[in-house]
């Protein structure tokens, strides 16, 4: 047998192999099950959605020196208390938008611009789990944005929530101009300080 042709009989068995090797990965691939995305009711008390959330915003306090009590505040408040569309079936709880290849949907929403609210459209995250996506939220304060990485810094260094909020507002975190006020204002109509510990 001439080598031309045992080398062409070699190249096609690895290239059956290849091929068999590839749809064997494919198939277990479509066989193992997707995580599934977390799912809640459309209606949720106040002091029910501060239940569900509250050891995770105590979690990264702990873990990032983010206030408990700011995470629980602003996921409430951009979420409307969890009732919101993009918090009960996308698990958003903080209005995150969509980056780069991230799984998103386009949804509605008020911007302040120039002083002026406006409902525009816009890509938003979504998330397998509000874990996932107060775990969002922390990696936004703690690595800030393109341009500016220290943007959400004084967060982290703020010891009280007073504090905490205003830095967020300062530095841009929302449009709404009485942002950090209406945080505040959350925090003490519904004691969410009580989840609070500066002690690091």
């Not at 959330?53 to 020196?65: L, R, S, V």
């Not at 300062?170 to 519904?190: H, S």
């Amino acid at each position: 047998m001439k080598r031309k042709t045992i080398f062409s009989i070699m190249i096609g068995l690895v290239a059956v192999g290849l091929l068999a090797g590839l749809t064997i990965f494919l198939v277990n691939r479509q066989q193992q099950p997707q995580p599934k995305m977390e799912s809640h009711p459309t209606q949720m008390t106040v002091k029910q959605f501060i239940k569900e959330i509250a050891p995770a915003a105590k979690a990264e306090q702990k873990k990032y020196h983010i206030p408990a009590s700011i995470i629980i505040a602003q996921a409430g408040i951009e979420s409307d208390w969890g009732r919101a569309k993009l918090a009960y079936k996308y698990n958003n709880l903080f209005g995150m938008k969509a980056s780069g290849k991230q799984k998103r949907i386009k949804m509605y929403t008020k911007e302040t611009i120039n002083g002026k609210t406006k409902t525009v459209k816009q890509y938003f995250a979504v998330y397998q789990s509000w874990q996932a996506s107060i775990n969002a939220h922390a990696k936004l304060i703690l690595n800030g944005t393109i341009d500016n990485h220290d943007r959400f810094k004084g967060v982290t260094k703020a010891k009280n929530y007073q504090t905490a909020a205003y830095e967020l507002q300062k530095n841009g975190y929302a449009t709404d101009p009485d942002y950090a006020a209406k945080l505040i204002y959350a925090i003490k109509k519904f004691k969410l300080n009580q989840y609070d510990n500066f002690n690091y």
